[in-house]
């Protein structure tokens, strides 16, 4: 009788421990779920050895990943906002002065030279807002790796000189000289269509940024991996404090405001040399001039391959 109720004794015992075991447990995980809800640091300095000790790490790791994903949700729709207000704010000019332009060429008053004019104005602020829309598209597609294209190995007087055929009368009608100095050809890895668009990009900003009569001087340099393509101009310049701002999206200089120009150019030529594993660097004086040096991966032998 005595050796049965020791075991009813030790049983009632053990079965009273468990179940204070169990509910101190769950008391403790209802904590640990708590503190992730609440986006709360996991702190658990004393937490005992064994599978609960586990538990906390799987926990604590959890969180780590839910937080990590709720930042960078957070980070999207910030960068989804900003996107959207600036397109509208690059697209309000030109689509206010296409509705101006329609509204003058509908009067019946209006004589034949002006009305000439206007026509003018219209297609050059239709040519525009086209332009916009085209280059906010590629930015986009590349941002989110929905165009791919391929970066073999092409003949770098091919791709420069499609450059300069598209900015020739812009530079012509300007009186700018463009100076291409000597230099031997050469294969390197690049897409030609996309990088004569960072070419022309280049050139467009030293044509709009350099007075009549200045130059843009092109020089070619090969190193040992890559190969510099520099573009020197004698134009206004870039301020120092804004020399690492002017490949982010939508910049604009403080000195530009009557300018025209949308910011997007520098930053969609990034996105284009990124996937061609290449770069660019910026050198500036503030009224002295600039250079853009754009760099290509060469190709490894006489035969072009990359």
């Given at each position: 009788?005595?050796?049965?109720?020791?075991?009813?004794?030790?049983?009632?015992?053990?079965?009273?421990?468990?179940?204070?075991?169990?509910?101190?447990?769950?008391?403790?995980?209802?904590?640990?779920?708590?503190?992730?809800?609440?986006?709360?640091?996991?702190?658990?300095?004393?937490?005992?050895?064994?599978?609960?000790?586990?538990?906390?790490?799987?926990?604590?790791?959890?969180?780590?990943?839910?937080?990590?994903?709720?930042?960078?949700?957070?980070?999207?729709?910030?960068?989804?906002?900003?996107?959207?207000?600036?397109?509208?704010?690059?697209?309000?000019?030109?689509?206010a002065?296409?509705?101006?332009?329609?509204?003058?060429?509908?009067?019946?008053?209006?004589?034949?030279?002006?009305?000439?004019?206007?026509?003018?104005?219209?297609?050059?602020q239709t040519?525009?807002?086209n332009?916009?829309?085209g280059?906010?598209?590629?930015?986009?597609?590349?941002?989110?790796?929905?165009?791919?294209?391929?970066?073999?190995?092409?003949?770098?007087?091919?791709?420069?000189?499609?450059?300069?055929?598209?900015?020739?009368?812009?530079?012509e009608?300007?009186?700018?000289?463009v100076?291409?100095?000597?230099y031997?050809?050469?294969?390197?890895?690049?897409?030609?269509?996309?990088?004569?668009?960072?070419?022309?990009?280049?050139?467009?900003?030293?044509?709009?940024?350099?007075?009549?009569?200045?130059?843009?001087?092109?020089?070619?340099?090969?190193?040992?991996?890559?190969?510099?393509?520099?573009?020197?101009?004698?134009?206004?310049?870039?301020?120092?404090?804004?020399?690492?701002?002017?490949?982010?999206?939508f910049?604009?200089?403080?000195?530009?405001?009557?300018?025209?120009?949308?910011?997007?150019?520098?930053?969609?030529?990034?996105?284009?040399?990124?996937k061609?594993k290449?770069?660019?660097?910026?050198?500036?004086?503030?009224?002295?001039?600039?250079?853009?040096?754009?760099?290509?991966?060469?190709?490894k032998?006489?035969?072009?391959?990359?």
């Amino acid at each position: 009788m005595l050796i049965n109720g020791i075991l009813a004794g030790l049983l009632c015992l053990s079965s009273g421990y468990f179940i204070y075991w169990r509910r101190k447990t769950y008391r403790e995980i209802d904590a640990l779920l708590d503190c992730i809800l609440e986006r709360e640091r996991i702190a658990y300095s004393d937490v005992r050895e064994g599978e609960f000790s586990a538990l906390v790490s799987k926990l604590t790791r959890i969180q780590e990943v839910l937080t990590s994903q709720a930042l960078k949700a957070e980070e999207e729709k910030e960068q989804v906002k900003s996107l959207v207000s600036n397109m509208s704010h690059q697209l309000k000019t030109p689509l206010a002065n296409l509705s101006l332009y329609t509204e003058l060429l509908s009067t019946s008053g209006i004589d034949g030279e002006k009305k000439t004019e206007a026509g003018e104005k219209l297609k050059r602020q239709t040519d525009k807002l086209n332009f916009i829309a085209g280059s906010l598209m590629k930015m986009i597609k590349l941002e989110q790796n929905a165009i791919s294209f391929d970066a073999t190995e092409a003949l770098l007087r091919e791709t420069l000189l499609d450059a300069v055929d598209m900015m020739y009368e812009r530079m012509e009608k300007k009186g700018i000289e463009v100076i291409l100095e000597p230099y031997e050809d050469c294969f390197l890895r690049h897409n030609r269509k996309w990088t004569a668009e960072v070419f022309v990009n280049i050139l467009e900003n030293a044509v709009k940024y350099t007075d009549r009569g200045g130059f843009i001087r092109i020089q070619i340099c090969p190193y040992e991996i890559y190969t510099e393509i520099r573009f020197l101009d004698n134009g206004r310049g870039i301020y120092e404090d804004e020399l690492t701002q002017i490949f982010k999206r939508f910049y604009r200089g403080r000195d530009t405001e009557h300018i025209e120009g949308s910011g997007i150019g520098l930053y969609l030529s990034n996105l284009i040399l990124e996937k061609e594993k290449g770069y660019m660097t910026v050198k500036s004086v503030y009224g002295e001039g600039s250079c853009f040096s754009v760099f290509l991966q060469n190709c490894k032998n006489e035969l072009g391959v990359c």
